[in-house]
C-alpha cells in the first residue's frame, strides 16, 4: 500500500524575473528535499503543507493550489521497514522568513537558483517539477 503525504514547494521571486527555490536538509540522510509531512484531518492538504514549511523550513506565504504536481519516494519507517510514500506539492510563495523555527537545529535550509535546485533533489519526479516551474 503506498502512503501520501502532502510538500510545500517554496519559492521567491527574483527582481530580475525567474524563481529560487527553498530546500531543507533531510534528517536522517541531509540530502536536499523540499518540507513536507502527513495530511491533517482538521486542515485542508495545502494548509498541512504550509505547516509543514512553518516547521521545517521556518517560512510562511501564500499558498497556490491546486497541487502542481506529485512525486513518489521511499521512507524507512521505525523497525526499519521501507514504504512508498507519493507527495502531493503545493507551491508556497514566501512572504516571512523566521530566524528560528521548531526543527531549526535538525536541519539546514537553503534558497537556490531553480535550476540548482532541480538537480539537487533526488527524487526524479520531483526534479521535474521544479524544473519545469513556471512563474
Known sequence: MT?????ALPLRKLRGGGVEV????????????????????????A????????????????MKGPPIGSYRYRKRMPGGIVRVID???????????RKSWPEKD???REWFAQSDAARLVREPKLKVLIGQFAV
Open 3 to 7: 502512503l501520501r503525504q502532502v510538500g
Open 22 to 45: 527553498l530546500l531543507v536538509s533531510s534528517r536522517e540522510t541531509g540530502r536536499w528535499v523540499i518540507p513536507k509531512g502527513w495530511p491533517a484531518k482538521r486542515l485542508s492538504d
Open 47 to 62: 494548509k498541512a503543507a504550509a505547516r509543514e514549511a512553518k516547521q521545517e523550513a521556518g517560512v510562511s506565504g501564500k
Open 87 to 97: 507527495v502531493d506539492v503545493y507551491v508556497l510563495w514566501v512572504k516571512k522568513e
Open 106 to 108: 535538525e536541519r539546514v
